[in-house]
């Protein structure tokens, strides 16, 4: 899936095939849903949150799968429960024919923004 450079989610979002689309909303809420504050970008073309100033998570869909991207901290804190996907350094795939794990996504999402949290109020001393 190719996609023409975009400056918006809801843009990104509407370049794919629409059960694509689906999946990349439910995405994107879960992670406004957690992270109510979180200001939304697109940044090396994908869709990307901040908190606290700081890198939250990304997410990109591919042909076969949406790449998640929570920064190594939170792929390690939830390295058992993602052990079935597959992963990168600071990155997991949830293929495109099965359901996003949104729970579990959740999750690392709260832990993000704790860490984002922390390290604002350690910074701000």
Request: proline share 6%; with cysteine.
């Amino acid at each position: 899936m190719k996609i023409k450079k975009v400056t918006t989610v809801d843009a990104y979002i509407e370049e794919f095939p629409p059960e694509v689309q689906a999946l990349l909303r439910k995405m994107r809420n879960t992670i406004l849903k957690v992270a109510s504050d979180a200001q939304e970008s697109i940044s090396y073309g994908m869709p990307a949150y901040k908190t606290q100033g700081r890198p939250l998570v990304c997410f990109a869909a591919y042909k076969n799968h949406i790449g998640f991207y929570a920064t190594p901290s939170g792929h390690e804190a939830f390295k058992k429960e993602l052990s079935g996907y597959q992963q990168g350094k600071g990155s997991v795939q949830f293929p495109l024919n099965e359901p996003l794990p949104l729970e579990l996504i959740g999750k690392i999402i709260a832990f993000r923004v704790q860490e984002n949290l922390e390290r604002g109020k350690r910074t701000s001393k």
